[in-house]
Nanobody, 129 residues
Framework: QVRLVESGGGSVQAGGSLRLSCAAS????????MGWFRQAPGKEREGVAA????????YYVDAVKGRFTISQDNAKNTVYLQMNSLKPEDTAMYYC??????????????????????WGQGTQVTVST
């Protein structure tokens, strides 16, 4: 049974940094795509970043390019999202998700939510002015 557990959320002031972690268990394949999504109150869930499992290919939504970095530690089965220069508009619940077996760009854009079969419970990020 695949399980994704996020951690690292919290409250910071604008300009601050946080690092989110997503620990995966129960996934027995060496390929796939791990994504970070976020959802603010009253808004739709949106893709933030994604990375191919065991790959170097990364993807970002324009709003976070240059500020956020997605990375992975395959030995720990963990994906990270380093968030720098945080802005109040980054406030949201952040979720990690797994698109199993395929590269991020297969069957549509990397941020196509329907592709991701497994989701974590989310971690809250709050950025104040």
């Amino acid at each position: 049974q695949v399980r994704l557990v996020e951690s690292g959320g919290g409250s910071v002031q604008a300009g601050g940094s946080l690092r989110l972690s997503c620990a995966a268990s129960g996934y027995g394949h060496s390929s796939g795509c791990m994504g970070w999504f976020r959802q603010a109150p009253g808004k739709e869930r949106e893709g933030v970043a994604a990375i191919g499992i065991g790959d170097v290919e990364t993807y970002y939504v324009d709003a976070v390019k240059g500020r956020f970095t997605i990375s992975q530690d395959n030995a720990k089965n963990t994906v990270y999202l380093q968030m720098n220069s945080l802005k109040p508009e980054d406030t949201a619940m952040y979720y990690c998700a797994l698109f199993p077996r395929y590269e991020c760009g297969v069957f549509g854009s990397w941020f196509r939510i329907e592709k991701y079969a497994y989701w974590g419970q989310g971690t809250q990020v709050t950025v104040s002015t």
